[in-house]
């Protein structure tokens, strides 16, 4: 059984409790400060595959957020005070297995959010122009990992979802390089979206004005972009019993409606922008157009239902496009060694407690946030989430059910396996060094911070040792 224990360390009655913590992002630092602040003796090691901590917060959130800022600086609160040791650029089944971490902590805490895209399958969308709008965010928002590059091509784009990552995704792709300067993107991020021949980029939703999952702040700053039209046609809109109670019950809702509304109303003659982003709802992907290259797609008129669900109606309409980005929701990946539910892409779980295949809780090992839930739920909900999984931890703890296998425990046991092994991670300290080098960086070119993108660089600049001052 995954995770399996014998009763072989001393009693935690003894000694603080010793608790890992995997991923740095939101889920794995709210999880961390809650403990931290429960009356509990802990130590808590938090440990991170990236260099640089804070995850999608980072590097899943468009550049162009002020408000960012605002959620680094709380996650940055809790990790200053130095009672929560950040370990970065450590991969959990790479650097140090599962198995090996779960025996030295008494607890580990899975919080490894999602990072890829949901699967999505309908003919043509293994056409090379198809891609998932995970992997575009992690290339403007500067990920590590991912390509420098990315084929700004298509003069026409589709973007299927009606969530904030496709307008995220629509607003990079229409707004002028010009106006991100104000921003960290990256240099090469700069590059590529100069070369960039977009004019129009369409965004689809499969059901009405009342069921799309924009916030209303999200929509309203999109009608906010120099030089880019937002256009929203009269014939995709359309109310059932269903609307009319969502529109009730949702102030959020109402606006949003209202926004969109308001743009349908708009005058021919003001529409003078040289880019356009096109809303259309009630339309779901029939097919993805063209024999090696995108060069259109298909899409089926859909009509409400009463209940505020859709059915196909067999009208299709066919739009030009050179490229489809499909936002259509995240998956989490599978930790080597970890329980997983490959069809959900979540950690199996009841109320934060890992369970196995067959139902039964592993001892000493818990999820939170998107890994537990799936991606679902802005930071409140992974506030509140995190707030759960740590009440049943001291639950458990309490009851004496935490012990680690080994009496050889948490960092100081882990850090010689990573020595041994030549793991050259990082540390809150790093992550100093690296913000001020950023943001000397930006300093340079009038901006508030330039954001490294090379592995290397990063980790050589948050270690102290010598780099070739290489940005992406």
Do not use: C
Request: hydrophobic letters at 35%.
């Amino acid at each position: 059984m995954p995770g399996a224990r014998v009763d072989k360390g001393e009693s935690v009655a003894d000694r603080p409790l010793h608790v890992a913590v995997i991923g740095a992002g939101p889920a794995g630092i709210y999880a961390s400060d809650i403990l931290s602040k429960s009356g509990v003796e802990v130590k808590i090691d938090l440990y991170e595959k990236l260099p640089a901590p804070y995850g999608l917060v980072r590097y899943g959130v468009a550049p162009d957020h002020p408000r960012i800022k605002a959620i680094i600086n709380a996650l940055y609160n809790v990790l200053q005070r130095g009672d929560i040791r950040l370990v970065g650029n450590v991969e959990i089944g790479r650097d140090i297995t599962f198995h090996e971490l779960h025996e030295h902590y008494d607890a580990v805490i899975i919080a490894t959010g999602a990072d890829q895209d949901r699967p999505f399958n309908i003919p043509g969308s293994n056409l090379p122009e198809v891609y998932g709008a995970a992997n575009f965010v992690y290339w403007y928002d500067g990920h590590p990992d991912y390509p420098r590059t990315w084929p700004l091509e298509a003069k026409e784009i589709a973007v299927l979802g009606v969530g904030n990552v496709a307008l995220d995704v629509a607003r990079i792709l229409a707004k002028h390089p010009d106006d991100l300067m104000v921003t960290e993107i990256p240099g090469n991020v700069e590059e590529g979206l100069r070369r960039s021949p977009v004019t129009d980029i369409h965004i689809f939703g499969r059901r009405g004005p009342a069921q799309v999952k924009f916030t209303p702040m999200e929509l309203r700053e999109l009608g906010q972009v120099p030089d880019v039209d937002i256009i929203v046609y009269p014939e995709d809109f359309d109310y059932d019993a269903g609307s009319e109670k969502a529109m009730e019950e949702s102030k959020m809702t109402r606006q949003v409606v209202e926004q969109l509304t308001e743009w349908v109303f708009q005058e021919p003659e003001d529409l003078t922008a040289s880019r356009r982003i096109h809303i259309h709802m009630l339309q779901q992907p029939a097919e993805i157009l063209g024999d090696e290259h995108v060069e259109g797609i298909r899409m089926e008129r859909t009509a409400l239902q009463g209940d505020a669900s859709v059915k196909g109606t067999g009208e299709f309409i066919d739009y030009p496009v050179q490229a489809v980005y499909r936002a259509v929701g995240y998956f989490s990946s599978e930790i080597p060694g970890a329980p997983y539910d490959a069809g959900r892409g979540i950690v199996p779980n009841v109320q934060g407690r890992v369970i196995t295949t067959d139902g039964e809780v592993v001892p000493g090992m818990y999820a939170t946030g998107w890994i537990k839930r799936g991606p679902v739920g802005l930071i409140g909900s992974t506030k509140s989430d995190a707030q759960e999984t740590i009440g049943h931890l001291v639950e458990d703890y309490e009851a004496g059910k935490l012990h680690a296998t080994t009496d050889a425990l948490g960092w100081e046991e882990t850090s010689k396996v990573l020595d041994e092994r030549g793991v050259r991670y990082t540390t809150w300290r790093g992550w100093e060094l690296l913000n001020e080098y950023e943001m000397a960086l930006g300093a340079e070119r009038g901006r508030a911070r330039l954001k490294v993108v090379e592995r290397e660089t990063m980790t050589a600049v948050s270690r102290g040792e010598e780099h070739d001052g290489k940005l992406y």
